[in-house]
């Protein structure tokens, strides 16, 4: 099914928002409760406005299991809305359900988002202010999910000639359903690594070496995200000090991501990963594999076999 225009801006609840960055506020969609509505404070013309439509128009250039993936990892743009001066807005997938959680600050009971920042900052929760906040209690198996779960969605993006950009912690949310797995807000400024450039939109304390194209940054920018999720200090950066254990991931080989982080290269980011998929406990692959199986899709069950004896594959 293609992606058309949904006409004008439905009527929405201001007192119903649940997001507000530089260039959007996001609102719950009043006619579907799976749904939001982000709203541009300036309307979309021009380069920008195509990289909406191209995203709406996902099903025209996705193979199906890469469709499936980028719609429900990604806060993905499903229609847009439009007005004289161009595109005022897009409908998008709501957050699932099982990437909130609650906690008590000060006096105040919070149910937000689990964006990565929680996980990658264990001094944040040690603030006087927080200290009455239980921290989520996520395990390094759990962390290890995430970790593969990024790293798919970032290389699923680039096999379209696609990039993120503005990768962070802010914009990454970790989800704790059936499986851990990661949903990205945001999704409406992917677009061509030129036209990201042309952005240049970078979150403070991201920023990353050597000048490379916004694919390559694209990498970079996960190898510091991964290293934050298995050390929690938000400020540090990959090294090449394989002598020095990360606290959630003692066994994996920390001068991998010190690679991915100074070259950006897709190759070094995919060893990670199998890496990082070797690191599995023998029952958490096996659940792995029977998901892929059942997705009925080729790429996810060689993603999880790539690497693996016959045996271990079928164990």
């Not at 990959?238 to 010190?258: C, E, K």
């Not at 199998?274 to 690191?279: A, D, E, P, V």
């Given at each position: 099914m293609?992606?058309?225009?949904?006409?004008?801006?439905p009527?929405?609840d201001?007192?119903q928002?649940?997001?507000?960055?530089g260039?959007?506020?996001?609102?719950?969609?009043?006619?579907?409760?799976?749904?939001?509505?982000?709203?541009?404070k300036k309307?979309?013309?021009?380069?920008?406005?195509?990289?909406?439509?191209?995203?709406?128009s996902?099903?025209?250039?996705a193979?199906?299991?890469?469709?499936e993936?980028?719609?429900?990892?990604f806060?993905?743009p499903?229609g847009?809305?439009?007005s004289?001066?161009?595109?005022?807005g897009?409908?998008?997938?709501?957050?699932?359900?099982?990437?909130y959680f609650?906690?008590?600050i000060?006096t105040q009971?919070?149910h937000?988002l689990?964006?990565?920042?929680?996980l990658?900052?264990?001094?944040?929760?040690?603030?006087?202010?927080v200290?009455?906040?239980?921290k989520?209690d996520?395990t390094p198996?759990q962390?290890l999910e995430?970790?593969?779960?990024?790293?798919t969605?970032?290389?699923?993006l680039?096999?379209?000639?696609?990039?993120?950009g503005?990768i962070?912690?802010?914009?990454?949310?970790a989800?704790?359903?059936e499986?851990?797995s990661?949903?990205f807000?945001?999704?409406?400024?992917?677009?061509l690594p030129?036209e990201?450039?042309d952005?240049n939109?970078?979150?403070?304390g991201?920023?990353?070496?050597?000048d490379?194209?916004?694919?390559r940054?694209?990498?970079q920018?996960?190898?510091?995200?991964i290293?934050?999720?298995?050390?929690?200090?938000?400020s540090?950066h990959?090294?090449?000090?394989?002598?020095s254990?990360?606290?959630?991931?003692?066994?994996f080989?920390?001068?991998?991501?010190?690679?991915?982080?100074q070259?950006?290269?897709?190759?070094a980011?995919?060893e990670?990963?199998?890496m990082?998929r070797?690191?599995?406990?023998?029952d958490v692959?096996?659940?792995?594999?029977?998901?892929?199986?059942?997705?009925?899709?080729a790429r996810?069950v060689?993603k999880e076999?790539v690497?693996r004896t016959s045996?271990?594959?079928?164990d």
């Amino acid at each position: 099914m293609v992606a058309s225009s949904l006409g004008p801006l439905p009527p929405y609840d201001r007192s119903q928002r649940i997001g507000r960055g530089g260039f959007a506020s996001v609102y719950l969609d009043p006619s579907d409760a799976q749904r939001c509505i982000k709203v541009f404070k300036k309307p979309k013309q021009g380069r920008q406005a195509d990289q909406v439509l191209r995203l709406t128009s996902v099903d025209q250039w996705a193979r199906p299991s890469d469709r499936e993936f980028l719609t429900t990892r990604f806060a993905w743009p499903l229609g847009w809305y439009t007005s004289g001066s161009g595109i005022t807005g897009t409908s998008m997938r709501k957050a699932p359900e099982s990437c909130y959680f609650e906690y008590r600050i000060a006096t105040q009971n919070k149910h937000e988002l689990m964006q990565m920042k929680f996980l990658t900052d264990a001094e944040w929760w040690q603030r006087r202010a927080v200290r009455s906040a239980t921290k989520p209690d996520v395990t390094p198996a759990q962390r290890l999910e995430l970790a593969i779960e990024c790293v798919t969605a970032i290389e699923t993006l680039h096999r379209y000639g696609l990039a993120f950009g503005d990768i962070s912690s802010n914009n990454i949310c970790a989800s704790f359903g059936e499986a851990p797995s990661v949903f990205f807000l945001d999704a409406d400024s992917i677009g061509l690594p030129l036209e990201i450039a042309d952005a240049n939109i970078e979150s403070p304390g991201w920023e990353v070496p050597n000048d490379l194209d916004a694919t390559r940054q694209d990498r970079q920018r996960m190898a510091i995200l991964i290293w934050r999720l298995f050390t929690e200090t938000p400020s540090s950066h990959p090294t090449s000090d394989g002598t020095s254990p990360l606290l959630h991931a003692p066994a994996f080989d920390s001068r991998v991501l010190f690679k991915v982080f100074q070259t950006g290269d897709s190759e070094a980011l995919d060893e990670a990963a199998q890496m990082l998929r070797r690191l599995r406990e023998p029952d958490v692959q096996h659940e792995a594999l029977q998901r892929a199986l059942a997705s009925g899709f080729a790429r996810p069950v060689y993603k999880e076999t790539v690497g693996r004896t016959s045996a271990e594959a079928l164990d």
